[in-house]
């Protein structure tokens, strides 16, 4: 994956927005914490960590269905 500020710029816009812990939850099956270490991009024992390509296709899998979600509330309303 590319470089973890790369990453993190590239969310800025939503970053604080949107659940991470629970999209973790939701689409890995993993631990807040584990994609919290992910975006960061160091684990809990401070070693540099990052998303391989198949978590990354998954998190972008994620956003969209996210972003479907949201549209579909959207236009209920």
């Known amino acids: 994956m590319k470089s973890n500020s790369l990453f993190k710029q590239k ?3 939503i970053l604080v927005e ?3 812990g629970h999209l973790s939850m939701r689409y890995f099956g993993k631990s807040p914490s584990w994609l ?3 975006l960061r991009g160091i684990d809990g024992n401070g070693k540099p960590v990052s998303l391989t390509d198949e978590e990354l296709e ?3 899998g994620a956003l969209c269905d996210l972003a479907d ?3 579909r509330v959207a236009d209920s309303l």
């Open 11 to 13: 969310l800025d816009d």
């Open 18 to 20: 949107v659940s991470w």
């Open 36 to 38: 919290y270490n992910k």
């Open 58 to 60: 998954r998190f972008k």
């Open 69 to 71: 979600r949201i549209r």
